[in-house]
């Protein structure tokens, strides 16, 4: 019986956050465009260094094996170039969107509310849990 060859072992890309040239201004504040590709995806972020820097959501996700995938990298790449991203849309080549972050008002007001009343997910919110195993 003929031996199976085996796959090539898919490599950990090493992602590269990548400027784009083109600006724009979203909400007020004047922003690059920068891009990240991987595997047939390709995400495209508007970003500003006016704002703080962003900080990353914590998934409850354990690590998983292999290549992580652009939603789980993309925010700690702007993070590291001190970004605050306004506009994130990652979407395959064939220009279908599967996710999208979209920051729809940013006001200087200090946070006088009560954390309980102001932190309250909206009527579609539907979290997910981690990974059965």
């Known amino acids: 019986?003929?031996?199976?060859?085996?796959?090539?072992?898919?490599?950990?890309?090493?992602?590269e956050l990548t400027a784009t040239g083109q600006t724009t201004?979203?909400?007020g504040f004047a922003c690059q465009q920068y891009q990240l590709k991987q595997r047939g995806e390709t995400m495209?972020?508007?970003a500003t260094d006016q704002?703080?820097?962003?900080?990353?959501?914590?998934?409850?996700?354990?690590h998983r094996f292999g290549p992580g995938m652009l939603e789980e990298q993309w925010g700690g790449l702007v993070a590291d170039k001190k970004l605050?991203?306004?506009?994130?849309?990652l979407h395959y080549d064939n220009g279908?969107?599967?996710?999208?972050?979209?920051?729809t008002s940013?006001?200087?007001?200090?946070?006088?509310?009560?954390?309980?009343k102001l932190f309250q997910p909206p009527p579609d919110y539907n979290?997910?849990?981690?990974l059965p195993f």
Not at 97 to 102: D, I
């Open 51 to 62: 704002l703080l820097r962003y900080q990353p959501y914590v998934r409850n996700q354990p």
């Open 96 to 103: 279908a969107e599967r996710l999208r972050f979209e920051v």
């Open 106 to 116: 940013v006001s200087p007001d200090k946070i006088t509310e009560p954390a309980e």
């Open 25 to 27: 201004n979203i909400l």
């Open 127 to 130: 979290e997910v849990g981690p």
């Open 1 to 15: 019986m003929p031996r199976m060859p085996m796959p090539p072992m898919m490599m950990n890309q090493e992602l």
């Open 44 to 46: 495209d972020i508007g």
């Open 84 to 89: 605050f991203p306004l506009v994130a849309s």
